[in-house]
């Protein structure tokens, strides 16, 4: 064999042997990643997989009257512009590496619905005199137990729908360590939203570069805050220059036996092109569950 076929095999199998190697172990280097000691909580608790399912109310008085009109709001709708909101949201976690350290490495896939119902189309007046159980799911507070039926209310009777999705990679650790650790990211994401009865072409919206940090570990887990440039096609002027900030809080709590953890949430985000153009100001909260508690919960 010529000299420089040996070479170009020999440069070849030393390129390829760290790749074997890596396959060998999972996919990660032969070199065990840090873990934290015993007395130190985990820096990461998340699974490679979450599913959620929450219900909730949505506030929009503050919102654009462009956003407002596209949902279906009238000028004889007075008062506080409040709706009913319900969905699922989902992350799963292509890869991670040294998750424990202070360069975390993760990238996720990750994706949200909201289907809406405006207040406007419920009557929770009508079990006034009789038993509270003939109200409208949502109209019957917000628990473990009430949660799926005004899950399926919502979704049953939505007038509008939102959705979006996107791939977040976080690189940064904040609080390695600590009982409340975050990781910083940057994200991409597409969404759109349309109404029922439509009938012509979904709208662009939540559609967005943003970078933010998300809580890792502890009661906050899955909380975050992140800013970022986007477009919305719901407004006439500057729609593909907009300024987009969500804030997500959630707190989860211990569940006692045989029963099953419910997350209270609340949530603001702001759309604005910092110019004289329409800002859009949505608040929402409600109980956030996880999807594999569904089965439980509808046995019930």
Known sequence: MPRNQISSALLVVALAAPLCAAADNGGTSSKAEPQPAASEPASDERKDFEGNFFVGVSIDSFAANQAKNYIGYTAADSGTKTGYAAGIDFGFRFFKRNPESRWPVQLWVFGETIHGQRSTE???????????????????????????????????????????????????????????????????????????????????????????????????????????????????????????????????????????????????????????????????????????????????
């Open 122 to 300: 419920v009557n929770c007046q009508q079990a006034q005199g009789g038993q509270a159980s003939e109200a409208p799911p949502v109209c019957q507070g917000y628990s473990a137990t009430t949660a799926p039926d005004a899950f399926l209310a919502v979704l049953r009777n939505s007038s509008s729908l939102e959705a979006y999705s996107g791939l977040r990679l976080e690189f940064l650790k904040f609080n390695p360590g600590g009982e409340h650790s975050a990781n910083l990211y940057v994200k991409s994401q597409l969404g759109f939203v349309t109404v029922q009865n439509n009938g012509e072409d979904i709208v662009d919206s939540h559609t967005k570069l943003a970078v933010g940090t998300i809580m890792t570990n502890g009661d906050f887990r899955g909380s975050y805050l992140e800013a970022g440039w986007g477009r919305s096609d719901l407004f006439a002027l500057h729609r593909g220059r907009r300024f987009k900030v969500d804030g997500y809080v959630q707190w989860c709590t211990k569940p006692a036996a045989g029963k099953v953890s419910i997350c209270p949430f609340f949530e603001m985000t702001v759309d604005s092109d910092l110019g004289r153009g329409s800002d859009d100001v949505r608040t929402y909260y409600g109980i956030n569950l996880n999807l594999q508690q569904l089965g439980s919960l509808f046995g019930k």
